[in-house]
């Protein structure tokens, strides 16, 4: 076993300092909570011992539980039964059971106390790393602002498993904890204090010595909860009128946030719950096999997978070919100065790299540099930024519209108007100057890369960097391989994307790439479900309810209508007889042709946005030209045609080759275009409800909808093969 606590004694306390080897951070691993029970039982044994001080030994307390543990879990729950999980799941909360109460029972607890342990807390201490400190005694601080305490369990579709939904509620009240425990949101050491969680705070340090001090103070210690006649600050239990009303909101809350699609938030709210009502070895009993449930259920497995566990795999450079050194950008040559434009250098310029940002004319590059300026004055206005480094970071971004400016750039990327043409046009101009040995790239996000290459003569240098708006804000870059493209234009993509802290997937070439196409499905299908004479507001509920961030009409409004009708325009032109009309084209064809309704860009389409900033609504007069059918669908319906859309689509695209790993399709759905989080990704999907199940509905859509609801053969044949698109094995990948 490797040794992860440093064990000593001084002044008769001992110290049980935390340092996890090959971690950054520490974290919660098997071998670690072996050596914590040994420590524990050190302390409880040894007569000289008077208490202990629990501290970390690296730069921050704890970040809670390690995802190769939780992974084995969720592998382990395959095979295993519900009560062999729960054994395992339950093992940390006997042990830190063990220690608030010495091993003592109720009635020799009260009598004689137990030892002390005080928790020393520098820096971050999350999940299971502030389930730790919970349980002792008291807890300090250290006074630098580093503090950061939470329980985000929740974000993975987990709830905390080490007593967080027992002994929160009874320190700070129950109405205050479902705060933190359904949101995942942190605390500062300030507000610790304030909460009464966090006894004081001390210069970092001093952490180790004022928790010796207090250990000394209080030799004899008992938990609040541990306390005859404990009660609940603000009221709790099944009967107190405090707690009912606030059980009664938190339920009602819930459900209108997650729509059912996160049990984990109502697991929460059951375990803070019933917990309230029993004693507390109990209570965490009760917690344990809520959290057992959610692991043998399985969809916090897939969103760990994906949210975390690959996601911090891509940013790391999973997909970055060998043989390169890093080739980090120093001075980006930014084509275009529209919203991708500006907001592309933006990022650039906020992560130190120089951009000279061209554009027609000098007015227009000015405006795009507005933008950066814009976001710099609010930033400095909200303190979060100094205004030394706004002006830094505006510094660094040159407006011009002069071509010559973009010598000695390492990188450039274009970002004009989706027009082949005018692409080939700023490509050649800026390669004129840089040379065509540079890398470059092109944030288009339909036009395939391959053709677009043809406008340089180092087609192995040219690659798709595809960005989201606003790019400030969208985490996800997608990376377009063309039919020539080389394997260091992929790297400098790469280490381009690591600078500015994105999250990169890698696709290959096709129309639409992987996110424009298959988010385009979610789209079109509630256009052809108006066109069917499906009521707007269904679809725009059914869409939320399904876990998207807005409805298909809505979002289609934001992209704008007219845009949708340009995109379906040019694919007839270039596939002639091939192209597969969608029975949403006639939506979109009369929004635009007929009605002149763009979406929000023109202040109209699918809906009405009032002059006066008021709220958007549903434009009535959609029923005027797409008739209310007189039979409506189900909610549940509704659903599942946007649902399985969009996967058949995801499942096409792998099967064609534009996806070449799942984990991709997985981070580029919900990163891209904010694909249902609770599923994992489209592939987690697939996965969790059986390819066979998954075909077997899709056939049934096919049949009465259309052949867009059709699965690739490579998904047919998989699915009766039993395979599945990730390792039956691994339902979490290893950190």
């Not at 002044?11 to 520490?26: C, K, R």
């Not at 009760?286 to 692991?295: A, D, Q």
């Not at 906020?350 to 227009?364: F, K, M, P, T």
């Not at 479900?529 to 009521?535: T, Y």
Request: glycine share 10%; charged share 25%.
């Amino acid at each position: 076993m490797t040794k992860t606590i440093n064990f000593r004694i001084e002044d008769g306390v001992a110290i049980i300092g935390i340092d996890v080897p090959g971690q950054s951070m520490n974290v919660i691993t098997a071998d670690f909570t072996s050596e914590l029970e040994q420590s524990i039982d050190k302390v409880l044994a040894d007569d000289a011992i008077i208490g202990a001080v629990i501290c970390s030994e690296k730069p921050a307390f704890m970040a809670g539980a390690d995802l190769r543990m939780l992974g084995g879990l969720s592998a382990m729950a395959k095979t295993a039964t519900p009560g062999e999980v729960f054994q395992n799941s339950v093992r940390l909360n006997r042990i830190l059971r063990k220690m608030e109460t010495g091993g003592k029972d109720a009635k020799e607890l009260q009598r004689s106390k137990t030892k002390p342990f005080i928790a020393a807390i520098n820096g971050v201490a999350l999940g299971g790393g502030f389930e730790i400190p919970l349980a002792c005694h008291h807890r300090i601080a250290a006074d630098d602002g580093s503090v950061k305490l939470g329980l985000p369990e929740v974000m993975v579709g987990l709830l905390p498993g080490g007593g967080g939904t027992q002994r929160l509620p009874r320190l700070i009240g129950i109405q205050a904890a479902l705060q933190f425990l359904s949101t995942g949101k942190n605390m500062t050491g300030k507000e610790g204090v304030g909460f009464g969680i966090i006894k004081e705070l001390v210069a970092r340090d001093q952490l180790v010595e004022k928790a010796k001090e207090l250990v000394k103070a209080n030799p004899k210690a008992i938990q609040p909860w541990d306390e005859k006649g404990f009660k609940y600050p603000g009221g709790g239990g099944a009967m107190h009128p405090g707690s009912v009303q606030t059980f009664m909101a938190a339920n009602a809350m819930a459900r209108d946030k997650t729509y059912g699609n996160y049990p984990a938030v109502q697991y929460i709210l059951s375990s803070v719950y019933e917990g309230s009502i029993v004693p507390m070895d109990m209570a965490i009993e009760i917690e344990s096999k809520y959290f057992t449930r959610l692991i043998v259920e399985g969809q916090a497995g897939n969103m760990i997978r994906t949210l975390f566990v690959n996601k911090t795999a891509a940013e790391k450079g999973a997909r970055r070919p060998q043989g390169f050194d890093k080739m980090p950008t120093k001075k980006l040559g930014m084509l275009g100065a529209g919203l991708m434009g500006a907001g592309i250098a933006y990022v650039s310029a906020a992560a130190g790299i120089e951009v000279v940002l061209v554009d027609r004319d000098q007015a227009a590059a000015d405006r795009g540099k507005d933008y950066s300026v814009k976001i710099v004055e609010k930033a400095v206005q909200r303190r979060k930024m100094t205004k030394e480094d706004g002006d830094a970071l505006l510094a660094r971004i040159t407006a011009t519209d002069d071509y010559s400016k973009l010598a000695h750039a390492d990188l450039v990327i274009e970002a004009v108007f989706e027009d082949r043409a005018l692409k080939a046009d700023v490509t050649k101009r800026a390669l004129a100057v840089t040379g065509d040995d540079i890398i470059f790239a092109s944030n288009t996000s339909t036009l395939p890369i391959s053709g677009l290459a043809e406008a340089s003569t180092q087609p192995q240098n040219f690659i798709g960097i595809h960005f989201f708006s606003p790019v400030e804000k969208m985490p996800l870059v997608e990376i377009i391989t063309g039919k020539k493209t080389g394997d260091e234009a992929i790297a400098k993509a790469l280490d381009y994307v690591q600078q500015i802290k994105k999250t990169p997937i890698v696709v290959n070439d096709s129309r639409g790439f992987y996110t424009s196409r298959s988010f385009g499905t979610y789209v079109m299908e509630g256009y052809a479900m108006v066109a069917e004479g499906i009521n707007p507001a269904l679809i725009e509920n059914a869409g939320k309810m399904l876990g998207m961030p807005v409805g298909p009409l809505a979002v289609g409004d934001e992209v704008a209508i007219d845009l949708s009708y340009k995109i379906m325009n040019q694919t007839k032109k270039d596939l002639g007889a091939d192209y597969q009309a969608s029975p949403g084209d006639v939506v979109v064809d009369t929004f635009v042709e007929k009605l002149e309704r763009f979406g929000r860009k023109n202040g109209k389409g699918m809906y009405v946005y009032p002059e006066d900033g008021s709220k958007k609504y549903l434009w009535p007069g959609i029923a005027d030209h797409f008739p209310r059918a007189a039979e409506q669908p189900t909610v549940d319906e509704v659903k599942t045609r946007l649902l399985y859309r969009q996967i058949v689509e995801c499942a096409r695209c792998f099967a064609e080759g534009v996806l070449t790993t799942p984990e991709d399709g997985d981070l580029g759905a919900i990163f891209g275009w904010g694909f249902a989080p609770w599923t994992g990704g489209p592939f987690s999907h697939m996965d969790f409800i059986g390819l066979p199940a998954f075909v077997a509905e899709a056939d049934r859509l096919a049949d009465r909808y259309g052949e867009r609801f059709s699965v690739p053969d490579q998904l047919r044949a998989m699915a009766k093969k039993g395979a599945s698109y990730y390792p039956a094995s691994s339902a979490v990948a290893a950190e």
